[in-house]
């Protein structure tokens, strides 16, 4: 029994053969340069995290000194909201544990789908608070500011942007 493909089915199976070809190509080409997607890194993160969505990307680069409390009582969290949930954030995260300070939470920044809070709390209740904020949908990433480390990450990443002529 012989198949009988449709001119539309053949010009999509044509399609495919011809951009599969193609990423094949692009694929050897990145592989001889040596500068595939994950190749260029900063402490072990591919450049491409600092470019993507806030639940993934590195964050170091958009926390200032001035965001960040840490002492012996308080802490500062930074939450990962979906933007069509900001409103919601903002009228309940004062509510998940009793040791949050008020309205301490502040934006940072946002993307095309999450936006970036701060929240300031008692650093007693921290796994208190990451569970309940879990169970309402937001993320809270871990994140230790230290100056140093920031520094560092910005020079290595402009010194590979510089060598790559991004």
């Known amino acids: 029994m012989r198949w009988v493909l449709l001119p ?11 951009s599969l070809k193609i990423r094949r190509q ?8 040596g500068a ?7 402490d072990g993160v591919p450049v491409d995290s600092y470019l993507s969505s806030l639940t993934t990307r590195d964050l170091s680069n ?9 002492s012996e009582h308080l802490t500062t969290l930074l939450a990962v909201v979906p933007k ?15 040791f949050v300070v008020p309205r301490s939470s502040k934006r940072l920044d946002e993307d095309n789908e999450y936006a970036l809070y701060t929240v300031t709390l008692f650093a007693k209740v921290v796994d208190n608070f990451k569970v309940r904020a879990r169970e ?9 500011y230290s100056p140093e480390a920031q ?6 990443l402009e ?3 510089q060598d790559e002529h991004w």
Do not use: C, H, M
Not at 86 to 95: G, M
Not at 136 to 144: M, P, Q, T, V
């Open 36 to 42: 595939g997607s994950g190749t260029l890194a900063v």
């Open 159 to 161: 010194k590979l942007l």
């Open 8 to 18: 539309s089915v053949q010009s999509n199976v044509l399609i495919e053969g011809v």
């Open 136 to 144: 309402k949908g937001f993320l809270i990433r871990d994140f230790a």
């Open 62 to 70: 958009l926390v200032k000194p001035e965001d960040i409390i840490t």
């Open 26 to 33: 692009i694929e050897d080409l990145e592989r001889d340069r």
């Open 84 to 98: 069509y949930s900001q409103k919601d954030w903002l009228s309940s995260y004062e509510f998940f544990d009793t």
């Open 151 to 156: 520094e560092s990450k910005k020079d290595e």
